[in-house]
């Protein structure tokens, strides 16, 4: 797993990035890695899911929803998504069943590729998330197999211009172009 710091972000901020391989149903993204953020926050920060907002639109992210994760196995073919951890605790799968189980906490954030499983395995009674996509992009929810034809319409949508976290010259720009 490779890993980058930024400065610009909170003082201990770090971003890991990897590659998901297809899993049954879950097709994940053959051409993008699905980024971790840690500490891309203040944890501690007041307003965490304002502050998310915030980042994300500053970022060409606009946020569209504060809730949790769904605690079903699901992807979006539609829309990359960018997950900003603002409050609490929780343990998420990602890649689908028996995929990688991460733990997450206030202040990280995951950029999820188009395809990319994921599912909330556990999560402390305040645990919020913020969901941001980039602009145009209009989320679904796909529970099962997509078509070739599905498949090939989620490969070939557009690059956001910026990582939602840490804008033009984040890890999004340099790993997914």
Known sequence: MAEQTVSSLTQNARCEHFMLPPNGWV???SRLPVLVWRGAIDPHAHDGAGRFEALFEQNGWPAQWRDSVFDYHHFHSTAHEALGIAAGEAELILGGPHGRVFAVGAGDALVLPAGTGHCLLRAGRRFQ????YPPGQQWDIRR?????????????????RSDPVAGEDGPLVRHWH
């Open 129 to 132: 998330v913020v969901g941001a």
């Open 144 to 160: 099962e197999a997509i078509s070739e034809a599905e498949r090939a319409a989620m490969e070939e949508l557009p690059f956001p």
């Open 27 to 29: 097709p994940n993204n």
